[in-house]
């Protein structure tokens, strides 16, 4: 039977989940999404879609994904057990992931995640005295067990290597091309338009004396300069274009957004059109209700050309391919791929609606397989 629906009272896109069981299930559901993606990305690889370096790239960035939602699972562990439990706020309509503020408040927590270790007791303290009190008094040790929630939830924090709210740039030498070294430059920002988190990829090529990653005077304005530009709303085209205006010595060659979301669960989100119809008609197992849209927008130089750049100078700028069905997306390519369970699948084979036709389908198959549909 599939999961009863989220009970809730709010009418806006954001929902709490204030139930424990909920809360868990939740969570044990992004578990088994977030254990398949790495999967996709190899898959990726494989078709000649990702490079290695980028399929590893890819891969650190749905690591680091997986991990903020177990530190998540901690700190709402206890949620619907006690009044002071916090809450886990989502985005039901979509996006399907948590709201963008509950990233924000986990970097908050992070610098404070020392001090409130130090002030609190350890893992096998607070164990013990759960026994105790089960055994001397015979009742719940529900303050001990948010204890123990919190503690995990900082620890960890402390350990690092999660998906941030904000990941900033970084670089990785590919080659040497003539007298320009190619360097591939990487990012990943948590939309907090769309409530989903987003990864960059750009390769460019680099005519300065310094390489990029150790100029102290470019590579800061380059970081930052990324970072404001990653925003959900912005084409592609318009975000290379800028980038290559404001940097005459970096010449971007392809910028490509991976966006991972929205998931889709008859449990949890509110979903219109094909993907309603599917779930809804899917009596599938507990855990096995979703559907995650994945999202590759590509963008490759076709050519270079020499423009005046002032009265006496001028300037290389890269002309973009668009793709010539669809140039107002600004992009040269734009992939969608839906990741689901064999029982949505079987659904959606046998509804076979227009609005899903042409999306790529990767299946979940026995064992953790990723069986891939054209």
Known sequence: MPDAPIKDQLTNDHAEVSDTLQARRYFAKFDRITGHLGRVAAELETEGRLTRTEARILGRYLTALAATFRALSHKYLMTGRS???????????????????????????????????????????LKDRMVRQIVRDLTVPTALQFALSQRLYFEALAR????????????????????????????????????????????????GRTPLPTDDRRWPMVQSHLVAQSLGGLKLLTIAQGFDTDFADLHPKRLRRITLGP???HQFTLQSG????????????????WALVWTIEDLVADREETVKDGWFSSAVRQVYKLDPFRPDDGATRTDRMV??????YQTLAELNPPGLRDVRKFVVGAGGRILPVR
């Open 83 to 125: 009044d002071t439990a916090p809450k886990l706020v989502m985005d039901r309509h979509e996006s399907g992931f948590p709201v963008a503020q509950e990233l924000m408040v986990m970097a908050l927590d992070a610098a404070q995640a020392g001090k409130h270790l130090t002030g609190m007791a350890s893992e096998t303290e």
């Open 160 to 207: 690092g290597d999660l998906f941030w709210a904000r990941n900033d740039p970084d670089a990785q030498w590919i080659a040497d091309v003539g007298q320009r070294r190619h360097f591939l430059v990487h990012w990943a920002v948590y939309d907090s338009q769309t409530n989903l988190p987003v990864v960059y990829l750009m390769d460019m090529q680099d005519s």
């Open 263 to 265: 998931m889709h669960s």
């Open 274 to 289: 094909p993907m309603s119809d599917v779930l809804a008609g899917t009596r599938a197992p507990e855990g096995s209700d």
């Open 339 to 344: 990741i689901l369970p064999e029982q949505p």
